[in-house]
């Protein structure tokens, strides 16, 4: 069988002419809708388009404002021969509290911030304080300071525990506590340092 360019030519050609059939022909439709257009304002057009859809879209309703954290009402007290509804807020105790139901006395109430409703200093020992602190949801806190200065507790006890700073006496001389809950003797570790020698017996003068 021969080889015939001409033959082999003319079907490549008419196979590119099939494939590119579609697109001539988009090009042509393309071409006729640009020529009886040519004089129609296109961004007029699409202004217009635009207004008339803003034009249907419902205008938006303003929503309900919400409640500002200012514009609660906060009672000065709680009346406890009162009832208040739910939804109340007032002071008592130091804190806040806010009715989650009808309200009888003081049942109802819940506190929502706490605070300080008192504080009490008791003295315990000579250098230890006890600090009470009431809170207004009820809960009570204690805390326990000691100074630190020097007290003199007199001749020294076995039975007693001693604080850091105590100055004791013991075998005529006098100690001084070097730690807390001190109830080691003196002289017999480092829980004591002397501070006061016993002094040495007078001659006679005769």
């Known amino acids: 069988m021969k080889f015939n360019p001409a033959e082999l ?3 490549i050609k008419s196979y590119i002419d099939r494939r590119l059939a579609p697109v001539s022909k988009r090009l042509n439709d393309l071409e006729m809708v640009q020529k009886a257009h040519k004089d129609v304002d296109i961004s007029s057009l699409v202004e217009a388009e635009v207004e008339k859809r803003l034009a249907s879209i419902p205008a938006p309703i303003n ?3 919400g409640r500002d954290a200012l514009q609660i009402e906060i009672l000065p007290a ?3 021969e009162k009832s208040y509804p739910r939804g109340t ?4 105790g130091g804190g806040l509290w806010r009715a989650y139901q009808s309200t009888t ?3 109802g109430w ?3 911030v706490d605070g300080v ?3 009490e200093i008791e003295q315990t020992d000579t250098k230890a304080f006890t600090i009470k602190t009431l809170m207004s949801s ?3 806190q204690a805390q326990v300071f000691t100074l630190p200065v020097t007290v003199y507790k007199g001749t020294y006890v076995e039975s007693e525990s001693y604080t850091k700073g105590d100055l004791v006496t013991w075998g005529g001389s006098v100690w001084h506590s070097e730690i807390e809950e001190n109830t080691t003797k003196p002289g017999a570790g480092e829980e004591w340092k002397l501070a006061v020698k016993k002094g040495q017996n007078g001659r006679d003068l005769r």
């Open 9 to 11: 030519i003319a079907g």
């Open 63 to 65: 929503g309900r404002d």
């Open 78 to 80: 709680i009346d406890t």
């Open 89 to 92: 807020y007032a002071k008592h």
């Open 105 to 107: 006395g003081l049942h």
């Open 110 to 112: 819940e506190c929502i």
């Open 117 to 119: 409703k008192s504080v």
């Open 138 to 140: 009820g809960e009570e």
